[in-house]
């Protein structure tokens, strides 16, 4: 069985029982569903409203109202957690009224490249937000600041073969994370 396969199914596992929890009134439960999907719902929510903090927090709100009216709905064999609720968060703004948020008055070729751009950058910040703090923080050390494994072991404070061994984990979980948004 691959990693890749071992992973699913942790997270079915425990999405499963999560789910199961919420529904049975463990608040602890549903706080542990945010947590893992906070960062990425805001980072989906900032992304379409071009940083509009007061669109924003009014979005995210209403979003996770939605969610746990919902968690019935929520299926962890269909979808992660993360990307259901990204999926209502998007909706969210759709609905909202156009006026409140901000639309830029642009020719369609001016903007085709930079939202093709802009849609990577969002997969990359999405990705990056639902992995664990260790990985993001190799990752971020590695291929943002440019610094060598030596460096990296001596930022976080372990060997060498500790930081390579958890680069090349952080890899996968990366790889993972993107290629399912």
Not at 111 to 129: C, F, G, Q, T, Y
Request: proline share 4%; net charge neutral; charged share 30%.
């Amino acid at each position: 069985m691959s990693s890749e396969t071992d992973g699913n199914q942790e997270r079915l596992w425990l999405e499963r029982r999560l789910r199961a929890a919420v529904l049975a009134g463990d608040d602890t439960a549903w706080e542990v569903l945010v947590n893992r999907a906070f960062d990425a719902v805001l980072a989906t929510v900032r992304a379409v409203c071009h940083g509009d903090d007061h669109v924003v927090d009014e979005v995210v709100q209403e979003t996770w109202m939605v969610a746990v009216r919902r968690m019935r709905d929520f299926d962890p064999d269909r979808a992660p957690f993360t990307a259901w609720v990204r999926g209502i968060a998007r909706r969210r703004v759709k609905e909202r009224a156009p006026a409140e948020l901000p639309i830029a008055s642009v020719e369609p070729d001016a903007v085709a490249e930079p939202m093709v751009a802009a849609d990577v950058s969002e997969r990359i910040s999405l990705a990056m937000a639902g992995l664990p703090v260790a990985y993001q923080e190799v990752i971020r050390a590695k291929y943002l600041d440019r610094l060598t494994v030596d460096e990296i072991s001596r930022r976080v404070g372990a060997t060498r073969k500790a930081v390579e061994s958890r680069l090349s984990r952080a890899r996968l979980a990366f790889r993972r994370a993107f290629s399912e948004l």
